[in-house]
């Protein structure tokens, strides 16, 4: 942290396209938590898509056309570490762009793991007064690809919550039916897989599923048979 004061390095926050064109609302939660942690950030309105849906779509020479546009914006605002709530995003940014560029030494962070570290260093202080049985849904990108499993669980028990697990979790975390294009070109294989997703929540009673990726927000929301929130929606509530 020195160090990059020191160099003048920025810290982005990057929403991802579908918090910044579709759920803003999750957008200004993350602002508000990362302010109250004093963490001090820019946004850069020039940067495009990550270019995840077009690498899975097998656009190899457009999705590097967008790593290479965004590569050298985020040069020119001498930005040394990039914050996100989009797990694909922080995926392709921390795994796929240093394939790209030899000299790649930003450091990319999901934001479930930095408000968790904030709470564990007393720079955030949330109200502890939650109830009632809550389950976690693991984001494929955020699960299975980056293998960060713990700081969500660790959030929504810090609550106060009761977190019980579904019967696939973690690295067996059954998929919500909305990423990799399924949703967009698949859209009923996609419904039956997140209505599986909605029963294993039920079936243990729970009473809202929480999920730390806005596409599976969005896939699970779908059916309203169970509150299905954002982790940031979860922890607004408890901010002092």
């Not at 795994?95 to 790209?100: A, D, F, G």
């Not at 294009?181 to 729970?206: C, H, T």
Request: include cysteine; aromatic fraction near 10%; charged fraction near 30%.
């Amino acid at each position: 942290m020195f160090l990059e004061k020191l160099l003048g390095k920025n810290t982005l926050y990057y929403p991802g396209c579908l918090t910044k064109f579709v759920y803003n609302n999750l957008k200004e939660n993350y602002e508000k938590i990362m302010k109250k942690i004093g963490i001090r950030f820019i946004e850069i309105d020039e940067l495009v898509c990550c270019g995840s849906p077009v690498k899975n779509a097998g656009y190899i020479q457009q999705f590097k056309m967008l790593a290479r546009k965004n590569y050298e914006i985020l040069k020119r605002y001498n930005v040394g570490k990039i914050l996100f709530n989009c797990p694909a995003c922080c995926f392709v940014f921390k795994k796929e762009y240093p394939k790209l560029f030899a000299d790649w030494n930003i450091e990319c962070e999901h934001l479930v793991q930095t408000i968790w570290n904030a709470v564990e260093s007393k720079r955030l202080n949330l109200r502890r007064n939650g109830k009632g049985i809550v389950t976690y849904h693991d984001p494929c990108y955020l699960g299975r690809y980056l293998g960060i499993y713990e700081e969500p669980r660790k959030l929504i028990e810090y609550l106060g919550y009761k977190l019980i697990e579904m019967e696939e979790n973690k690295d067996r975390s059954l998929c919500c039916g909305g990423g990799g294009g399924l949703r967009a070109n698949y859209p009923q294989l996609s419904k039956e897989i997140a209505k599986d997703r909605i029963k294993q929540a039920l079936d243990i009673k729970a009473k809202i599923l929480v999920s730390s990726c806005p596409m599976c927000v969005a896939a699970l929301s779908q059916f309203k048979k169970i509150k299905v929130l954002d982790i940031s929606e979860l922890i607004i509530k408890h901010l002092r």
